[in-house]
């Protein structure tokens, strides 16, 4: 298991930006891809973004694309989320997620594929 902390969160106004960070301490294995979940107020919790183990390999929701961009620094065991151009509908509970894998590449889409998560960051945008 890998202990997850999110950080980056707040109140901005729509338009703005926001970088969102997730430490993870305490692996106990060698590879893990990771992503970005959000969860409005009264909804489903949602992909965000994915990266594979090498940073190689992105995946983002179409309501994110062009906006978002997920990263992650390896040595630093740090997972980043740019968020630009915020709209209140970004609004949510943003949740960082990781998984073990054996493969350089490969990133995970679905919430059950995760075993391991932070406690989650508030980001809440103003109209």
């Known amino acids: 298991q890998v202990q997850l902390v999110e950080s980056g969160g707040g109140l901005v106004q729509a338009g703005g930006s926001l970088r969102l960070s997730c430490v993870a301490s305490g692996r106990s294995y060698n590879r893990y891809a990771m992503g970005w979940f959000r969860q409005p107020q009264g909804k489903e919790r949602q992909l965000v973004a994915a990266i594979s183990w090498t940073g190689g390999n992105t995946y983002y929701a179409d309501s994110v694309k062009g906006r978002f961009t997920i990263a992650r620094n390896n040595i630093q065991d740090t997972l980043y989320l740019q968020m630009n151009s915020l709209q209140p509908e970004d609004s949510a509970v943003y949740y960082c997620?990781?998984?073990?894998?054996?493969?350089?590449?490969?990133?995970?889409?679905?919430?059950?594929?995760?075993?391991?998560w932070g406690q989650g960051t508030q980001v809440t945008v103003s109209s």
């Open positions: 997620a990781a998984q073990s894998t054996m493969s350089w590449t490969n990133y995970y889409t679905e919430a059950r594929d995760y075993d391991d």
